[in-house]
């Protein structure tokens, strides 16, 4: 028989091996963790690189207002005037679309009772405003309107595009209309001198930024204007007709206000139209 201390013996081996036993399983079972940990952590690291890609390529699919424009275009902002805010004299067509095109040149033609005027006009310097002139022309906006105002001293302008300014006479609100909605000067002349030279034809706008709309003023003389209006562009024929008009003279209704006054002799634009952009 097996004395008393050899089975103490035996017992405390047999509870050694089995404490050992259970650290070795434990220490597998860790071991196993930390490699099913590893890899999921490898996995999240390939599917964020992959969703970092995805939005780096362009591979978003949300297609919302804040997507970039696309080549050659440009983003333009047309703030509509809330409708307590419009007079009877703004004309109301619409909002043209924020994405225009910054690529090409156009021929503006306005054919007067007196002859033909044409303008070229570089999308790529006013791509929003050429882009409410087209919209507005394929409207009719300026069809059958005068052009309201001449002054023949100092800036030297003939003033049109109010959509108001019609039929016989003249009205104490000429000059007040145009479109539902009002944009921001663009090409602006700060680094010209004079900013705006006889052959330039121009936007209108109130002492406000951001109040460009549809009328717009050819200069015939080198006019020494704050270079706060929007060039539009350059007028290419027609020049004559103009300082023929400025030679008549003006009835000196806005002398005490803007200066100048209706032009003497009648402009009334027949129609008005913008060429497809030409490279």
Partial sequence: MTSTRERQRAAARARLEKEMAERAAKARKRRQTTAIV????????????????????????????TAAPAAGAAECAYNALPTEQR????????????????????????????GPITAKVDRSLVPCT?????????????????????????IKVLQCGDPSATGNGWRDTDGQGGPSY???????????????????????KSQDPGTTGSQFFIVFGDSPLDP?????????????LVKDVAKAGDDGAFAQQAGGGHPKKEVIIKDLTMSPPQS
Wanted: net charge negative; aromatic share 6%; charged share 20%.
């Fill in 182 to 204: 009002r944009m921001a000067e663009e090409n602006l002349p700060t680094d010209k001198r004079p900013p705006y030279p006889e052959g330039v034809i121009a936007m209108a």
């Fill in 228 to 240: 706060a209006y929007t060039v539009l562009g350059t007028i290419t024929g027609g020049m004559d």
């Fill in 130 to 154: 050429a882009g409410s002139f087209s919209y507005l022309a394929e409207k009719n906006f300026f069809d059958n309107t005068k052009c309201h105002r001449l002054v023949t001293e100092g």
């Fill in 87 to 114: 007079p009877p004299q703004i004309k109301d067509v619409g909002v043209p679309g924020n994405q225009q095109s910054a690529k090409g040149v156009q021929t503006m033609t306005i054919d007067t009772n007196l």
């Fill in 38 to 65: 590893s890899a999921a952590a490898a996995l999240v690291l390939v599917v964020a690189g992959t969703v970092w890609l995805a939005v780096s390529l362009g591979g978003d699919d949300d297609k919302g207002d």
